[in-house]
């Protein structure tokens, strides 16, 4: 008899959750993925839009039903002076978002999030673009994406 399998059942930590763009109209092979650049921070939220029902009083709370969801991934990072060789960092996407709005056109990029046995890979828009540079403090931005292209989106897990 060969040996029971193990199950990796242990935490996970921040830097194994990786986040990648891509530019371009159709969806990406794998190797025309690139790094998001100095990432702290990634996250996913479904954001359910809900509707309440109150038809059914058996129970004496009203209920509610999911109508839809507003899906986004955002993220925090540190500003690099230049982007590095391999990535599409945060220089390359503000030019990108910049360049889109000037065209009067939507500042689309996939977007590939890999959360543990989870990846999620969608046309995506970015939503919220921002950055910080305190006084004595590295510069930091924010971004966010929503769902730019609903046909596009997956979610998939692995074993």
């Known amino acids: 008899m060969g040996q029971p399998q193990t199950i990796d059942t242990s935490k996970m930590v921040g830097r194994s959750v990786v986040l990648e763009y891509a530019n371009q109209d159709a969806k990406p092979q794998d190797a025309e993925w ?3 650049g ?3 921070t ?3 939220d479904f954001s359910p839009n ?3 029902s109150e038809a059914d009083d058996a129970g004496g709370f009203p209920e509610s039903l999911v109508t839809n969801s507003d899906f986004s991934i955002s993220g ?5 002076q230049r982007d590095k060789e391999g990535e599409l960092g945060i220089n390359a996407l503000v030019a990108l978002y910049v360049k889109a709005i000037k065209e009067r056109k939507q500042p689309f990029v996939w977007v590939r999030l890999k959360y543990g046995t989870m990846t999620i890979i969608g046309k995506m828009i970015i939503t919220a673009l921002s950055s910080e ?6 510069v930091t931005f924010s971004i966010e994406f ?6 596009t989106l ?3 897990t692995t074993a």
């Open 146 to 151: 929503k769902v730019g292209d609903a046909s």
């Open 34 to 36: 690139k790094a998001a």
């Open 50 to 52: 809900t509707v309440t």
């Open 154 to 156: 997956e979610i998939t």
């Open 42 to 44: 990634k996250s996913w």
């Open 38 to 40: 100095a990432m702290k």
């Open 133 to 138: 540079a305190a006084t004595n403090d590295l």
């Open 76 to 80: 925090e990072g540190e500003w690099r």
